[in-house]
């Protein structure tokens, strides 16, 4: 389970609206040449707000940690990344094999097909993220309280 501190800033039924703090990179790094960590000193902390369960009745104002199963946000991840990128490869080879036989330029028909894999790779995932949107698996669910005093920068990792 990945977790994270975040608050409650509103409820509605059965989910509520919590406000974490958006990280680009981890914050126990000490590497001093870290472009990620420098990009996020140069950018600033941001403040993100999501819709998770609630499970536990939290009311507004309570600090709470907020968790996702690993192997959920792994499978969501390999999905917005890898469909995409795979049906845009699957397109340029399909328009590199055809293009002999359309006596055309291999290179112009294996762009077009690719932009167009890429184009259905996309509506797929639109398509994707509307059915996660209502499926509970791949929301993330308040799983406790927490004191108040600890900061919202913190993140751990369950096993």
Known sequence: MIEENAQ???VEGEHAWVESERRSSCSSCSAKGCGTGALSKVLGAKVQQMKVRNPISAVEGDA???GI???ILLKGSLYVYIIPLLL???GGLFGEVLAPQWGSDGEGLSLLF???GL???LLWLRRFNRNAENDPRYTATILRKCSPDLSIKNVSFNP
């Open 64 to 66: 709470v940690i907020v």
């Open 119 to 121: 184009g259905v790779g």
């Open 88 to 90: 845009m490869l699957a």
């Open 69 to 71: 199963d690993e192997s």
């Open 8 to 10: 409650v800033v509103s």
């Open 114 to 116: 690719g932009l167009l």
